[in-house]
């Protein structure tokens, strides 16, 4: 009845007769307990998927690092082609797999068929990167001597992905590792988890038809202690998480106290400056898809603006007409804006905040409520809210990752927008609105925002592939995807070579024998 075809989308990835808690994920060892996944966009539960236990996961281990002493020795450009032709795997399944993150995350298949396109725009970046893994070559003081370094590849990666992207962030890390000579370990969110099995099923096919180590990629299922048998794990040299602030602090102790590398990408507070010379109609088409798509589960939703006051009003006034168009409802139906919530928990998270912002003293403009009825039967769906707020209230400082947008006004120069976008824990995204160079320069300067994303007339939701990715303070300081992220994926080594019959010391140390 939700127009979805689940069986036929699940036949296409592969994931055939999984009732049973069997899953048929190549390479996909579980044997622990059941973890469920409902739908939030009807309810329905779609299939019970083993967890992965501790002896299973000594047999991914097992795999990947033989996979690893294969996979390393292979030419950069030859991995290439192999993530060349998981690109392409994705091409042909395109629709089947947008439709299973649709209709097991909940968000628009329009915003399914994107994240499967950005799977498939970072394996094309990893093709041609895969000819590019250079170091820089130095000058030795010494004569007679060459210095050089170069990148290797570093071993076992160990990804843990968060629900709202659930495909996409694996694809951000494997496809760079791959090419670096790594193999991966996933970790897919327990509430996406059949996400994860057609992402490896895809991926199986490719390594099988090129006769590699199934254990190049590996998948393992279940909640944070299956998590956290990668993050205690002294085989693993790096550890790229994905999620909440709470869950990066605890990782990153875990893989720090065992010296290893941890790439943290964690949540945001992400907020829009409109000045006085802001363009409304980009502004308001900006504010409203950054905090409405996805019903506000982006790492970039837009959480805060923060207006001047002599536009306050008539921004205000644009906003809240634009939300008054604004439809709720099943994702798969274009005409929809705003799809569910990924479960119960998360309503009442909406709720809750909701609750917070007027106990603080806010003012809600445009209300929230959890709808019910016809098309709303799973509970997830809520409508999107706005609420008039002050910077400092304690809700307006957190990410709540629902659809509440905060409007606060500033005066007075750019600077003091600039402070109160700053003035939270998270670094993520920011943007501003403006046709005013001097505005948008300093907002862009070493003064300006600290996120990791800064952004001139776009909103703060969403980012290309081609640039790093990722954000300062409590968003956890990774950078992933484009620009130079992959040097994280290698171990970095300098090398010196003598060709004379000398042997100098460096710092013309003496040493006569
Ligand atoms: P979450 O923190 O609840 O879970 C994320 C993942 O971490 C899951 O796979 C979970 O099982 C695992 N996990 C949790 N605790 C762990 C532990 N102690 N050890 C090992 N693994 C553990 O997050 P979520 O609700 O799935 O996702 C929403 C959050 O993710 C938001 O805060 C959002 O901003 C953030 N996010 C950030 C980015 C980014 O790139 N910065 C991208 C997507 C989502």
Redesign the pocket.
């Known amino acids: 009845s939700t127009g979805y075809n689940i069986e036929t989308v699940l036949n296409v990835l592969g994931i055939g007769n999984i009732n049973n808690g069997t899953s048929t994920g190549i390479n996909c060892f579980s044997n622990g307990e059941p973890i469920e996944s409902f739908s939030p966009v009807d309810g329905q539960l779609i299939a019970r998927v083993k967890a992965t236990s501790k002896t299973d996961y000594e047999t991914v281990m097992n795999t990947a690092t033989t996979a690893f002493k294969k996979w390393r020795m292979i030419p950069a450009p030859q991995r290439g082609e192999v993530v060349r032709q998981f690109g392409d795997k994705l091409r042909e399944k395109k629709e089947a797999l947008g439709k299973l993150v649709s209709y097991e995350m909940g968000k628009s298949y329009q915003e399914g068929l994107g994240e499967v396109q950005e799977m498939i725009d970072i394996c094309d970046f990893a093709v041609g990167l895969s000819r590019q893994l250079h170091g820089l070559t130095m000058h030795s003081e010494r004569p007679g001597h060459r210095m050089y370094e170069q990148y290797h590849p570093l071993g076992v990666v160990g990804i843990?992905?968060?629900?709202?992207?659930p495909v996409a962030?694996w694809s951000w890390n494997t496809a760079l590792a791959w090419v670096c000579g790594d193999v991966c370990v996933w970790?897919?969110?327990?509430?996406?988890p059949l996400c994860g099995i057609a992402c490896q099923n895809i991926i199986a096919e490719v390594i099988k038809e090129n006769g590699l180590p199934e254990g190049i990629s590996c998948l393992i299922n279940?909640?944070?202690?299956?998590?956290?048998f990668?993050?205690k794990d002294s085989r693993i040299p790096l550890?790229s998480?994905?999620?909440?602030?709470?869950?990066?602090k605890?990782?990153a102790q875990?893989v720090a106290a065992r010296l290893g590398r941890s790439l943290?990408?964690?949540?945001?507070n992400n907020a829009i400056i409109i000045t006085p010379d802001a363009d409304l109609k980009m502004t308001v088409l900006g504010a409203v898809f950054g905090a409405v798509g996805t019903a506000g589960?982006?790492?970039?939703?837009t959480r805060r603006l923060i207006i001047h006051e002599s536009v306050y009003n008539k921004v205000k006034q644009a906003i809240v007409d634009a939300y008054k168009q604004l439809k709720v409802g099943n994702p798969l139906d274009e005409t929809n804006h705003v799809g569910p919530l990924?479960d119960a928990k998360?309503v009442d998270v909406y709720k809750k905040a909701l609750e917070e912002v007027v106990k603080e003293g806010g003012n809600l403009i445009v209300e929230g409520e959890i709808l019910s009825g016809e098309g709303y039967k799973s509970g997830c769906y809520v409508k999107p809210a706005i609420a008039e707020a002050e910077p400092y209230f304690n809700i307006v400082q957190h990410?709540t990752?629902a659809p509440i947008l905060y409007l606060l006004k500033y005066s007075g120069d750019v600077e003091n927008a600039i402070d109160i976008q700053n003035n939270v824990a998270?670094g993520?995204s920011s943007a501003i609105m403006t046709n005013n160079l001097r505005e948008a320069e300093r907002f862009l300067s070493h003064a300006g925002s600290d996120c990791g994303i800064a952004n001139v007339n776009i909103g703060t939701s969403g980012a290309e592939i081609g640039g790093a990715?990722?954000?300062e303070k409590d968003?956890?300081g990774?950078r992933?995807s484009g620009s130079d992220a992959w040097k994280i994926y290698m171990r970095r080594q300098t090398n010196t070579i003598n060709y004379t019959t000398e042997l100098p010391l460096a710092q013309g140390i003496k040493f006569d024998l």
């Open positions: 843990i992905s968060a629900f709202n992207f962030v970790k897919p969110s327990e509430k996406t279940g909640n944070y202690k299956v998590g956290e990668m993050t550890v998480a994905t999620g909440s602030t709470r869950m990066g605890i990782v875990e943290l990408e964690l949540g945001g589960q982006r790492c970039t939703s990924i998360a990410e990752f998270q993520l990715f990722g954000g968003t956890g990774g992933e």
